[in-house]
Structure formats: C-alpha cells, structure tokens
C-alpha cells in the first residue's frame, strides 16, 4: 500500500467520509493483539505497529479499509478505556457485539474525535482539567455532553 494511497484515505475522511466498514473479526483479532501488550508498554502503539504480535496479511491492503481498521479500533479502545462498554466486554457474547458494531457502527472523524478527545479531559478539577475543558468548549465541543458512547450502545443494541 502507497503513502500516498493512505493519504488520499485521510483526505477523504478529513473532507467528512464515512469510515469504510470492516469485518467484525479484524477488530477482534486487533483487540486481541493489542491486549497482549502490557498496558504500561501500550503508549503510542497503535493497530499499524503491530507486526510483530499480528500477521500483517490479515490487515486490509485496500487503503480506505486500512485506515478504516486503525480508526475502527482507536474509537473502539477509547470508549473500552473511559469504562463505557465494561459491561459489555466482561461477557464474552456481549464482547461479540461490541467488536461487530466497532467494525459496523456508522461513524465519521467526529465520533473518533469526540471519543479520544473525553479521555483527555481530566476528571479531577484542577487548573489542567479546567484550562483543558474550556479549550474544548471554546471550539464548540463541551466533553461534558459527549454522545458517541449512547451512540454506540444504541446502534449495538439494535443492530448486532
């Protein structure tokens, strides 16, 4: 797959696309190996960088389904990381629905965005937390009001 191939991915997604669907084994398989990394060594891995735990011929070769898996997954890693599917990851059939509608789910760079950026706000309230918070309210976006969560428990619940 060419860079440039995975930039004009970007662009698009960028531009407003709809992330690509994917097979709902894919993002098992990278749940899967991801979780096989210590968590204190997971920083700055993501779905790209794990060839040496995943064979790199399972990922997709097409460059909008690629990007897709790594969108796919990030969504998928910040909700299971703010605690929001707990309940449904701790049971191994409800775990099932949560990769088919991580795979499946109808989302843009808006609920990725929404997604990671809940988990950089900090709960505490410090002036971090507070400078942090009004930052993203000054662009529009109240991490208080995140909805992408619902979003994804609803569309699981109807649909997987």
């Known amino acids: 797959m060419e860079n440039d191939d995975l930039d004009a991915a970007t662009d698009r997604i960028n531009a407003g696309a709809e992330v690509a669907t994917v097979e709902p084994s894919l ?5 899967k ?11 700055g891995t ?3 960088f794990t060839g040496v735990l995943a064979d790199p011929g399972r990922f997709p070769q097409n460059p909008d389904e690629h990007l897709a898996m790594m969108i796919r997954y990030a969504l ?5 990381e703010r ?11 409800l775990r099932q629905k949560v990769f ?8 843009d760079k808006n609920d990725l965005g929404e997604a990671v ?5 900090p709960d505490s309230s410090s002036d971090v937390s507070q400078k942090t918070g009004e930052a993203f309210r000054q662009t529009g ?20």
């Not at 190996?33 to 920083?43: A, F, G």
């Not at 998928?76 to 299971?80: D, E, P, R, T």
């Not at 449904?88 to 059939?93: G, P, T």
């Not at 208080?144 to 619940?157: A, H, P, R, Y």
């Open 27 to 31: 993002i098992e398989y990278i749940w």
């Open 33 to 43: 190996c991801m979780n096989s990394i210590p968590r204190e060594q997971r920083q």
């Open 46 to 48: 993501s779905p790209g």
């Open 76 to 80: 998928l890693n910040a909700l299971v």
């Open 83 to 93: 605690g929001i599917l707990d309940t449904y990851m701790k049971d191994e059939s």
């Open 100 to 107: 088919t509608a991580a795979a499946l789910f109808p989302c």
């Open 117 to 121: 950026a809940q988990g950089l706000v």
């Open 141 to 160: 976006y109240d991490p208080e009001l995140s909805q992408v969560g619902n979003k994804f428990i609803d569309w699981m619940l109807h649909n997987c």
